[in-house]
């Protein structure tokens, strides 16, 4: 069984709030799980957004029951596969894979310095096309349009690999002095070392820090050293590196919040 089989799976027999945030080119659905501990703050988790790193699934379907379990503060969405067509096509034919069945790279097509990173490329391929427009593929509209209808306090992207964090785009003042704690907050549960991305554009992590000010990480789990993708193997060292991520940057998301009121 691979993991959209599981993932189709545990979105049946999960009983609590559940939900479809849109649908893929070739009309999968995209799953979200909501667990509500508080109202306040709303945190939204994606993963497996580049086909390849569906190894983030197996992790969300991970957090979600801990976050159940566990989890205190918050109201968490759960998306553990928005591109489950690249997914299929990693698992089938291509296993290095990372974008959409269009060839659009998702984590390119946000519209923050749309088309100006680095490895953008114009044409559609496996990686790094940036679409023709920034949103032109449904999963980027999707996670945009759930994005704005939650208006999030926080959002984390899981990617793999390279065990390291990015949260910078662009930030002045107090949000890069606040986003820059959350991020340390990740790194200190993690043991993942903080990394600038300046070259990096269009991302969900970018849109969310320009666009809707509030704090974003990109997570990328699994030891650089082991090859692409990552196989249900690594799932519980990674489990263990990422298990109390959520809770660290919640609660210091709440202090901050604390502090600035005072
Ligand atoms: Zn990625």
């Known amino acids: 069984m691979n993991i959209l089989d599981e993932l189709d799976i545990f979105y049946d027999h999960y009983c609590g709030e559940k939900g479809i945030i849109g649908y893929s080119r070739l009309n999968k659905p995209i799953y979200r799980f909501s667990l509500r501990k508080t109202f306040y703050p709303t945190v ?48 089938t034919k291509k296993p290095l894979y990372k974008a959409n069945f269009a060839g659009v790279d998702l984590n390119v097509n946000f ?49 793999s690999k390279g065990q390291e964090i990015y949260w910078e785009f662009c930030q002045s003042g107090y949000e890069r002095a606040r986003d820059r704690q959350i991020a340390k907050s990740a790194k200190q549960v993690t043991g993942y070392k903080i990394k600038s991305t300046p070259n990096s554009c269009g991302g969900y992590k970018d849109w969310c820090v ?38 660290a940057v919640i609660k210091r998301y709440m202090e901050l919040k604390c502090k600035k009121n005072l």
Not at 54 to 70: G, H, P, Q, V
């Open 44 to 91: 939204i988790v994606q993963c497996a957004m580049h086909a390849r790193e569906y190894i983030t699934t197996y992790l969300c379907l991970k957090l979600i029951e801990r976050f159940n379990l566990f989890g205190k503060v918050g109201t968490v969405h759960f998306i553990p596969a928005v591109n489950p067509d690249g997914i299929e096509i990693a698992l």
């Open 210 to 247: 320009q666009k809707l000010k509030i704090p974003a990480l990109t997570v990328e789990v699994g030891n650089d050293a082991l090859a692409h993708p990552l196989g249900k193997e690594n799932l519980e060292e990674i489990y263990q590196q990422n298990k109390d991520l959520l809770f």
């Open 111 to 159: 519209d923050a310095k749309w088309g100006k990173g680095e490895k953008n490329l114009f044409k559609k391929g496996d990686e790094n096309f940036v679409g023709n427009y920034p949103f032109c593929e449904p999963e980027s509209k999707a996670l945009r349009n759930f994005t704005l209808s939650l208006n999030p306090q926080l959002t984390i992207s899981f990617h």
